[in-house]
């Protein structure tokens, strides 16, 4: 398969109302939508995806629908971490087995687990499947920080492992990461995509695809190009969606604004306990969704006129 680049959406899970069951017709609205949107691939069962409140049925049903719905247009992967080691084993074998083109698996956690630990967790993985394998680095969320040694050690110890998204927020980590891999490891961004791709990040693990996929996937074209004028232009505009989800939801925000934001005309249903849900928010939360459909407008207008300008360079030329 082609190598994984460019801005990869970590996709939402649908639920129908209550969140009692996956939404399967709401989901292939939504991929249709992905796919007409420009999207080069999605990642399921991540952060956004609400993966821990997956029953194993719900996993196994939803990654084979979801592989046969896109039917090799773009790659899927699928997350298949785990705080047990041989869950993770074996979600990330079922993985392979229906058909997804490689797995995102953040290290075990709540444990707080030494270097060795994990390492032999991912080994048992890697000597379980033969597609790639995304690192997840997430200590916000994993209470891990996998240091630049640890992912250079990993990557060439197992030829499955050549992408992670670096989520630390240490964009200097990048540049550590290609030098400790001696130049195998692909980074990709888990936020500021100017400011990492200019480190020598190669691709985005990218929550907003959930609601301005267009915008969002055209920002991460023009980082690879080295556009630095026409990233900001769209980055600008991201910033602020990230700070209206930061202060106005009380956990994850990424999930319930992505979901509220279907305003977009994709409606996913709510978020599953513990987090809260959006309904939940009242008119705060329809507030702070009423200003952020006005960026979804205004980001639109930044590409579309990107667009303009390059359609007008080239008839020039």
Request: hydrophobic share 40%.
């Amino acid at each position: 398969m082609t190598p994984f680049k460019g801005s990869y959406t970590v996709t939402i899970t649908p639920f129908t109302p209550g969140g009692t069951a996956i939404d399967y017709p709401a989901w292939t609205r939504f991929l249709d939508w992905q796919l007409a949107s420009g999207v080069p691939g999605i990642i399921t069962l991540g952060t956004t995806g609400e993966f821990l409140t997956i029953t194993d049925d719900e996993r196994g049903e939803f990654v084979e629908a979801t592989v046969k719905h896109i039917a090799g247009r773009i790659p899927v992967l699928v997350g298949s971490m785990n705080a047990y080691t041989p869950n993770a084993v074996r979600y990330s074998r079922q993985a392979q087995d229906l058909g997804a083109d490689g797995l995102m698996i953040i290290p075990p956690y709540y444990y707080t687990p030494t270097e060795d630990e994990i390492f032999a967790y991912y080994r048992a993985i890697c000597e379980a499947v033969s597609i790639p394998i995304m690192l997840y680095n997430n200590p916000f969320t994993s209470n891990v920080d996998m240091s630049a040694k640890l992912v250079g050690r990993l990557t060439k110890s197992f030829e499955q492992i050549r992408y992670i998204k670096e989520a630390s927020q240490r964009i200097e980590r990048i540049h550590a990461i290609i030098v400790e891999s001696d130049g195998l490891m692909n980074v990709w961004a888990g936020q500021q995509v100017l400011e990492s791709y200019t480190m020598g990040a190669k691709g985005y693990v990218n929550p907003y695809g959930n609601d301005i996929p267009r915008a969002s996937v055209k920002f991460v074209d023009w980082a690879e190009a080295g556009r630095w004028d026409d990233v900001w232009a769209v980055q600008r505009v991201i910033q602020k969606f990230d700070a209206i989800i930061t202060r106005g939801h009380p956990l994850y925000g990424h999930q319930c604004y992505s979901k509220a934001l279907a305003a977009a005309g994709y409606p996913v249903g709510d978020v599953r306990a513990p987090i809260t849900t959006f309904e939940s928010l009242g008119d705060e939360g329809r507030e702070r969704v009423a200003q952020m459909v006005p960026l979804m407008a205004e980001l639109d207008a930044v590409v579309d006129a990107i667009e303009a300008r390059d359609r007008t360079r080239t008839a020039a030329e």
